[in-house]
């Protein structure tokens, strides 16, 4: 004969809880048998979590690795020569890709250009655009950092 709880002829099943009870299972707070967690038909089992953990990895000695090469001027001088390079490159398709005659006026000043030349020309004029100010920026703040160097002396 099987009770709801999964204790079948006096032996317990595989996951069922000690004696076919629920007691200290999640209930309603009543000192009584609790409803068990999951199915409730005849024969079920509840899946109990195991009590024991894996084993712990036994502890490694540290090992000690060769400190990172660190960059120098050099190794950063071909990583921006490779990525010109790349860039270059692209440019060149873009170029050769948009061959269309494009007439461009400026200032009075009439001509034919493909469109890949035009838009390169336009990038660089805005390149200039901020680059120049950028750079007098610069020479300014050095010039300061100079003069502060000084006084501090």
Avoid: C
């Avoid at 010109?84 to 009439?110: C, E, H, K, M, W």
């Avoid at 469109?115 to 004029?125: E, H, Q, S, Y």
């Amino acid at each position: 004969m099987s009770d709801q709880h999964g204790a079948s002829n006096g032996r317990a099943e595989p996951g069922a809880v000690a004696g076919g009870v629920g007691t200290g299972a999640v209930g309603t707070g009543a000192a009584g048998p609790a409803e068990p967690v999951g199915s409730t038909e005849p024969g079920a089992t509840v899946a109990v979590p195991a009590d024991t953990a894996p084993p712990a990895a036994p502890p490694t000695a540290p090992t000690r690795h060769a400190p990172a090469p660190s960059r120098s001027r050099v190794s950063g001088v071909w990583v921006g020569l490779i990525l010109s390079a790349v860039v270059l490159l692209f440019l060149l398709i873009f170029i050769l890709q948009n061959l269309d005659p494009v007439r461009i006026y400026f200032l009075g000043a009439t001509g034919t250009l493909p469109t890949g030349v035009a838009l390169l020309l336009g990038a660089i004029a805005g390149i200039l655009l901020v680059a120049i100010p950028g750079s007098a920026r610069i020479v300014q703040l050095r010039r300061t950092a100079k003069r502060e160097a000084k006084r501090l002396r």
